[in-house]
């Protein structure tokens, strides 16, 4: 038998050198293994492109260079009511996509809209692999959880197109009750001008074929303008949006419209007016607001414009008019103490269409009137806000059938309104850290009557001459709802029989 002291090595190595040869063996093992494993999820990758990935955490992925994927599928998860085609339709940019970064983006774009819906409570997209038989294909996977179909109540300070100041709503909403991604809301309004409304309002997401939302709303109106003037208007309408984007939105309304004269006192042109009327337009909105705020802008502009013809049915007793409004505002940040200077102009005229139109009168309520109790700063759409004056309260104006002291505010065809705020941060560090802040102000206006051959007689002087102008200062405190201002205000011009006066006053302005 041989001896193993024959076979022994006369110079062994020491155990430290044997350790660092283990230790340098496994090092080169493990740096093989790693070089292996990075080579084969390479090649995973490189076959199906796409590994199990949320897009909004790879959304960065999009800098790289583009990575050629296909969509093979979209999978809808979790729409236990809601109809696929509703899903399918945020998600068809998808399917067109042909990069995995044109995925990822039209994925993020699909889980905004989703969301916009205001159906669900959550959503979430994960792309997934393709079958392996289809190399380079991906999965979109959409995940949605369903809001619960119960009623939810709201109340909120809201601006409404109607009024010219601000209003009180209290509504009750359910969501997706037929599947269609439909919500019904009843609401009751209550307004600043002593207005009341009872509505009844649906919102389809896709209606039809169309690719902008649909809504219809049946409302009941009743406008107390008695203050200061003597008629009442009771309406009964039926509002359709057949357009509704980001910059544009077509609005078609059609009502029926009674004037009355409660008190028996109405001036002579209100007079005759009184009655039933058929009211049936088509208002086309164009709005840009790249504002940074609509209750405190420090930067950005805004501009809208506002077009809408009336009469569109062969009635005798249809309304027919013309009205156009624009409103531009725009805010310069000045660098320090959050300052900011907002201005913004604004006008508008509205004038009867059809045989003998010029020696008919416009209807009253499509007529400007001025004043409010609403900001000028947050009052986007049209000429209406005035600083100190009231609503209602500035304009032409008639004496009423009973009273010689008494007047008749019946409005204007055209108006123009004009204002500068400046606002800046206050030196107490408790009310900077809540948004109260202060501002200084000085807005201008004026309203004309055109119709009943009155254009003949107006004259760019006359106007700027009989211009209605205030200045004042306050204090902003901003809330949730609406901005709510405790301002001094000083009238600089008013005309006879304007309700106007300097001094203290609080406005409450929801955004706009």
């Known amino acids: 038998m041989a001896n193993p002291a024959d076979n022994l090595d006369p110079n062994p190595p020491t155990r430290e050198e044997s350790e660092d040869e283990e230790l340098n063996g496994d090092e080169e093992q493990e740096e093989e293994e790693d070089d292996d494993t990075e080579s084969e999820s390479q090649s995973r990758e490189d076959r199906s492109n796409v590994d199990r990935i949320n897009a909004d955490s790879l959304f960065l992925r999009m800098q790289a260079a583009p990575v050629p994927v296909r969509v093979h599928d979209v999978i809808v998860r979790g729409n236990n009511k809601t109809k696929d085609y509703i899903i399918d339709a945020e998600v068809d940019a998808v399917r067109e996509a042909t990069t995995l970064q044109e995925i990822l983006q039209a994925s993020r774009v699909a889980n905004s809209n989703l969301r916009a819906l205001d159906i669900f409570d959550s959503v979430n997209i994960t792309l997934d692999s393709g079958p392996p038989e289809l190399p380079g294909t991906t999965n979109v996977v959409v995940e949605v959880v369903e809001c619960k ?3 939810t109540g709201l109340i909120g300070a809201y601006t409404r197109a109607q009024a010219s100041s601000s209003s009180i709503e209290a509504s009750v909403k359910s969501k997706n009750i037929f599947g269609y991604g439909d919500i019904w809301d009843g609401s009751v309004v209550y307004g600043g001008d002593h207005s009341t409304e009872f509505g009844l309002g649906m919102y389809l997401p896709r209606f039809m074929g169309l690719t902008s939302p649909f ?11 008695l203050k200061f003037s003597s008629y009442k208007e009771r309406c009964l309408g039926l509002s359709l949006g057949l357009l509704s984007t980001k910059y544009h939105e077509v609005v078609y309304t059609t009502a029926w419209r009674s004037l009355i004269d409660p008190s028996q006192s109405a001036s002579k042109s209100i007079r005759r007016q009184l009655g039933h009327s058929l009211f049936s337009a088509l208002k086309y909105t164009f709005k840009v607001d790249q504002r940074d705020s609509s209750l405190r802008p420090t930067s950005g502009y805004a501009f809208t414009s506002t077009s809408q013809i009336g009469g569109l049915v062969p009635d005798s007793r249809s309304l027919r008019f013309l009205k156009q409004e624009i409103d531009l505002r725009y805010a ?42 609403s900001s000028p700063v947050c009052a986007l759409g049209g000429p209406s806000a005035l600083w100190g004056f009231k609503s209602r309260g500035v304009g032409p104006n008639e004496p009423k059938s009973k009273g010689d002291d008494e007047r008749d505010f019946v409005g204007g065809d055209a108006a123009v309104t004009a204002f500068g705020d400046l606002s800046f941060d206050l030196p107490v560090s408790w009310l900077r850290e809540r948004g109260i802040h202060g501002h200084v102000f000085g807005c201008a206006g004026n309203v004309a009557k055109l119709s009943e051959n009155e254009f003949r007689n107006f004259t760019g002087p006359k106007f700027l001459e009989t211009c209605r102008t205030s200045v004042g200062a306050g204090i902003v405190l901003p809330t949730s709802l609406f901005r709510v201002e405790l301002n001094y205000c000083h009238i600089l011009k008013k005309q006879e029989h304007d309700q106007a006066r300097s001094g203290f006053s609080v406005t409450f302005s929801p955004p706009s």
């Open 149 to 151: 179909s119960r009623p």
């Open 215 to 225: 809504t219809s709303r049946l409302y009941l109106s009743n406008q107390d303008w």
């Open 332 to 373: 310069v940040p000045f660098g320090f103490g959050h300052a900011a200077l907002n201005f913004g102009v604004s006008g508008g005229v509205t004038f009867p269409w059809g045989s003998g139109y010029q020696n008919r009168p416009s209807s009253v309520p499509e007529r400007f009137f001025l004043g409010g109790i």
